[in-house]
């Protein structure tokens, strides 16, 4: 093809997704972490485990962490008496990608937990999810949390 016809076809395709469609996609995301967060406030981890993908990458602390392995580790801590307390979600931010399959949820967490041994805790942090639509509905395919620095 020459470079003529490629800038006009290119020229002709929408630099963005129906506004209307984008924000459909956003409020199901939005939604969709509310439930996510509320899962985790509660420990109910069979919902909030149900939403991730199992392939998804998560990033706690710096370090890669396979699902399966978070959600062993966290389960026994809930299952021997830790868990979280509250978990509070604010600034939340959602991008949704010009495919409309792909959207970025971002946003503050401050979440007061305990251990099993009874340690309690506050922690304020920032999270990402990247929510992608799948066969089996949409799904978080990658997380980063890190605590935020003090103020």
Known sequence: MNKLLLIIIAAMLP???PAD???SVA???RTLEDTFN???AVNDLETYFGMYAEDATLIFYGARQPVPKYREEWT???AAGGGVDRNDVTDLRIQVLADRDVAIATYILETD??????ESSTIRAYETDVWQRRDDGWKIVSMHYSEAADD
């Open 15 to 17: 630099l963005s997704a």
């Open 21 to 23: 469609d984008t924000d």
């Open 38 to 40: 509320e899962a985790y």
């Open 113 to 118: 937990s305990h251990t099993a041994g009874g």
């Open 76 to 78: 026994a801590e809930v």
């Open 27 to 29: 409020a199901t995301i």
